[in-house]
C-alpha cells in the first residue's frame, strides 16, 4: 500500500470569491478552501440526473415477476 | 428510480451449465468471501466488478472512496497465502469455489499485492486492537491480496432463498408496487417496539419500507437467523399495511466496522433501490469503539452518496407521555424513561419469559419463544 497514490488538479477560481469563501468555511469543518470546493462540486455532480439504465427485456421481466410472485411479493 | 451507486448496476453472473474449468487452478474460499463474489455478481457492491486492487484500496483508506471518486468505505479483498499464488502472476485467471455457497467464480488477476495489516485495520476500524472482531479478522488474513474482476457461473440454492432478492428484483419490485420513495431498515435483531416506532416515523414520509436483515455469520449471543426472520414475520402480519412494507435478506457479514460500515450498510441499499436509509445510534458499531453518534456524522463527509440518511436517535418508552420518546422530543425527566435495550430484552427472552408488551409486541415475543434454539452459540 503506498501512502497516497491520488492525482490532484488545480483550478481557478476568481481571488474576491476565494476571499468570500474562505471567510464563509471560518469554524466550520472545512479545512481549505479546496475542501469546500470539492464538497460542493461532489454535490452538483451528484445531483445531475443521468438516464437509468434499467431497461428489462421482455423475457427478463417475465423472469423477474414470475418469481415475486411465487414468493408472494407481488399478486 | 434511484439509480444504482456508480451509475450501473454491475452483473457478473453468466449462468453457462457443463463450462469446462479444468484448465485453470482452483482454489476454495471462505464462505464470507464467496458472499463477497455473490454481491458483487449481484450488483450489491456496484460499482465494484471485482475484488480492489492498489490503488482503489489506498483511496479508499484515505479518502473513503474509490480512485474514481465515487464514495466507497469498506474494502472488498480477497486474500492467498504467498506459497499458493507463487505460480502465478497478473493476467492469469484462476477459478474460486466454496462448497457451503456452491459459488464457482473466475478470477481475472490484474493485481498481486503485498499489505500492511496495522494499517488496513487502522483505518477502517479506527483501532489496531486485535479484541475488535472486525481487526481480529484482518490479522487472520493471509499474506497477498489479488484484485481484479470476476465471473459468477454457480452458486447453489440455500436456505431463506425465498427471502431473498437481488437488486434488479427489488428494483422491478419498488416499481410495481408504485413506490418511488423507500426507506431501507437494516437489522440483525428482532424488532422491538422501539425499532417499529422508528420504522413506521420513516414510512410516514415515503412510500414504502424495506427491511432488510442481515442474514450471516454473527457473533455468539446474536439472535439466529430464524428467529430474525420470523420475528418479522410476525411484527408485518399484524402489525403494518400489506402495501407499504417487504422484507428481503441481505448476506453479508458484518464487520463492526462502526461509521465506514454505516456508508456501506447506505450503498447497498441504494443498490436495492431504496431512497432512504434509517441509521440508528452507534450503527454497526461495536464495544466503545465509536461514538454513538459517529456513523451519522460521517454522512456529512460525501454529499454525493446518492441516498437519503435518515438519522435516528435511542428511543424509549415515556411513562408520562405514555408513548415512545427520543431525548429530542421529550421534556420529561430520565426517571420517566423506559429504555429499549437489547440486552434486557434478550435476557428476559432466555430465561424463556415474555417481555413487556411495551416493549416488545405479544405476537413477536411468542414467535420468538417457539423456537428452541433463539441464539447463536
Known sequence: MEKDSKNYTTISIPTPLAKKIKERIKGTGFTSLSSYVTYVLREIISSEKEENDEAFTKEDEEKVRDRLRALGYLE | ?377
Open chain 2, 1 to 377: 428510480m434511484i439509480k444504482p451507486h456508480g451509475g450501473k448496476l454491475v452483473n457478473r453472473l453468466i449462468k453457462k451449465k457443463n463450462i469446462d474449468l479444468g484448465g485453470y487452478k482452483k482454489f476454495e474460499i471462505s464462505t464470507n468471501t464467496s458472499e463477497d463474489i455473490l454481491n458483487i455478481a449481484n450488483g450489491i457492491f456496484s460499482p465494484l466488478n471485482g475484488f480492489l486492487g492498489n490503488n482503489d484500496l489506498n483511496n479508499i483508506l484515505k479518502d473513503k472512496r474509490l480512485e474514481d471518486d465515487t464514495p466507497w468505505t469498506i474494502p472488498i479483498l480477497i486474500d492467498f497465502d504467498k506459497n499458493d499464488i507463487k505460480e502465478l502472476k497478473e493476467g492469469d485467471t484462476v477459478v474460486l469455489t466454496n462448497k457451503e455457497t456452491g459459488v464457482t467464480s473466475l478470477l481475472d488477476i490484474e493485481e498481486i499485492q503485498d499489505y500492511d495489516k496495522k494499517t488496513l485495520a487502522q483505518n477502517v476500524y479506527k483501532t489496531k486492537d486485535e479484541n475488535h472482531p472486525g481487526v481480529a479478522n484482518i490479522y487472520n488474513m493471509k499474506d497477498k491480496l489479488v484484485g481484479g474482476k470476476i465471473t459468477l457461473y454457480e452458486n447453489k440454492e440455500r436456505e431463506y432463498d425465498n427471502y431473498n432478492l437481488t437488486p434488479k428484483e427489488t428494483r422491478f419490485l419498488f416499481k410495481e408496487k408504485g413506490w418511488n420513495e423507500i426507506v431501507a431498515f437494516q437489522t440483525r435483531n428482532p424488532p422491538h417496539i422501539g425499532h417499529e416506532y422508528v420504522q413506521k416515523t420513516a414510512l410516514t414520509f415515503v412510500d414504502g419500507l424495506f427491511i432488510n436483515p442481515i442474514i450471516g455469520k454473527k457473533k455468539s449471543g446474536d439472535f439466529t437467523d430464524d428467529v430474525i426472520l420470523a420475528s418479522y414475520e410476525a411484527l408485518m402480519k399484524y402489525y403494518y399495511p400489506k402495501e407499504r412494507a417487504v422484507m428481503s435478506i441481505l448476506r453479508t457479514s458484518m464487520k463492526y466496522a462502526g461509521p465506514r460500515e454505516a456508508i456501506h450498510h447506505a450503498i447497498m441499499r441504494k443498490n436495492f433501490g431504496c431512497t432512504h436509509f434509517i441509521v440508528g445510534r452507534d450503527h454497526a458499531g461495536v464495544g466503545d469503539y465509536y461514538g454513538p453518534y459517529d456513523a451519522h456524522d460521517i454522512f456529512s463527509e460525501f454529499p454525493d452518496l446518492g441516498i437519503t440518511p435518515l438519522f435516528f436517535r435511542s428511543f424509549s418508552r415515556c411513562t408520562k407521555c405514555d408513548s415512545v420518546v427520543n431525548d429530542k422530543i421529550c421534556p420529561h425527566e430520565q426517571k420517566y424513561h423506559v429504555n429499549f435495550a437489547g440486552k434486557k430484552i434478550r435476557a428476559i427472552l432466555r430465561d424463556g419469559k415474555v417481555p413487556p408488551e411495551d416493549m416488545m409486541r405479544k405476537e413477536v415475543s411468542e414467535t420468538i419463544l417457539k423456537f428452541d434454539k433463539t441464539f447463536v452459540e
